[in-house]
């Protein structure tokens, strides 16, 4: 059974810093893109960043210059560094794979990110 498992979510105050860790099992990493979302309490979930194997990536808009994806394939593992942060950034942030090939998606538990004074 794939697993996705999501660390490093807190409390950190406005300013700070977190980074969040996912590290996937029983897949072949390199074929997903592997990617962050979050959603905040009344709202749709949305893409924060993503990455492929061969190293494109993609932002939100809000997190651009703030947040960045990286990915160690050798580990099976995806972080998002999160420098700067903002109370609108609170929110459950998922770990999501998406297969490059085939119709296959996997999400993560989710970590919770609150920041706050």
């Known amino acids: 059974q794939v697993q996705l498992v999501e660390s490093g979510g807190g409390l950190v105050q406005p300013g700070g810093s977190l980074r969040l860790s996912c590290v996937a099992s029983?897949?072949?990493?390199?074929?997903?893109?592997m990617g962050w979302y979050r959603q905040a309490p009344g709202k749709q979930r949305e893409l924060v960043a993503a990455i492929r194997s061969a190293g494109t990536i993609n932002y939100a808009d809000s997190v651009k210059g703030r947040f960045t994806i990286s990915r160690d394939n050798a580990k099976n593992t995806v972080y998002l560094q999160m420098n700067s942060l903002k109370p609108e950034d609170t929110a459950v942030y998922y770990c999501?794979?998406?297969?490059?090939?085939?119709?296959?998606?996997?999400w993560g538990q989710g970590t919770q990110v609150t920041v706050s004074s």
């Open positions: 029983r897949i072949i990493f390199s074929l997903y893109r």
């Open positions: 999501h794979a998406h297969h490059l090939f085939e119709v296959k998606d996997y």
